[in-house]
């Protein structure tokens, strides 16, 4: 009854509407039938909702391929907001792929995932933080041409290996908590080291004429802290 009264509200309303479901359905089975999609889709969402509570595990699969459709559709009706973005990151040789289809097998690839990270949490923590720090190398990396012009004006002597140092935080921070579970007290003293190791650099690096007497009360900071 519900489906009905969408599908009869639909046919009045039709021409605030069917442009949109033109552009949004082009290309697929459903596009030359949208009434009788309006109308049978409060059913339909229903008895799916009933089966994949009935069989949970079955309909594990078909759950995963269908959110990744409906993230594929979205992605790919809307390619000219994010496409220039994307290959300004990324660059033409993997936008060339067409992200808009891997999103089909995302939510396929994440389910193995999720399952890996509830059984082996520790192990899963360091696969994490590896992946996050090579995403942000190869983000670093690519989008080179948007900072190294104002990273050449903020410090002296401009370190090239920017994104591998980001790419090496993730990992780096994994480390230092899985061994600060067992040696708090050197672990936070290497850290205070490497703090102000790094504001010894820092400040001769935003002030180059400024002579070691400041630098070194600048590296004092965390130490005194």
Known sequence: MFGGLLALTAYHLQPAWIEAWRTWTTGLPIAGAPFIVIGLSPFAMWSWNRISQRWPRIFVIPNLLLTGGILWLVLDRTRL??????????????????????????????WPWRKGSRRWPQAWSAVRAVALGIVLWAIAERARPLWEADWGRLFADPPTYAPLVIGLLPPLLWLRAQARRRWPMPVAFATVMAIS???????????????????????ALPWVM
Do not use: E, H, N, S
Request: proline share 6%; glycine share 8%; charged share 10%.
């Open 81 to 110: 907001l994010w496409i220039d973005q994307v290959r300004l990151i990324l660059g033409d040789t993997i936008v060339g792929f067409d992200l808009a289809l891997i999103a089909i097998a995302l939510p396929l690839a994440m």
């Open 197 to 219: 190791a790094g504001l010894f650099w820092l400040t001769g690096q935003f002030f180059p004429r400024a002579t070691y007497a400041p630098r070194l009360a600048v590296a």
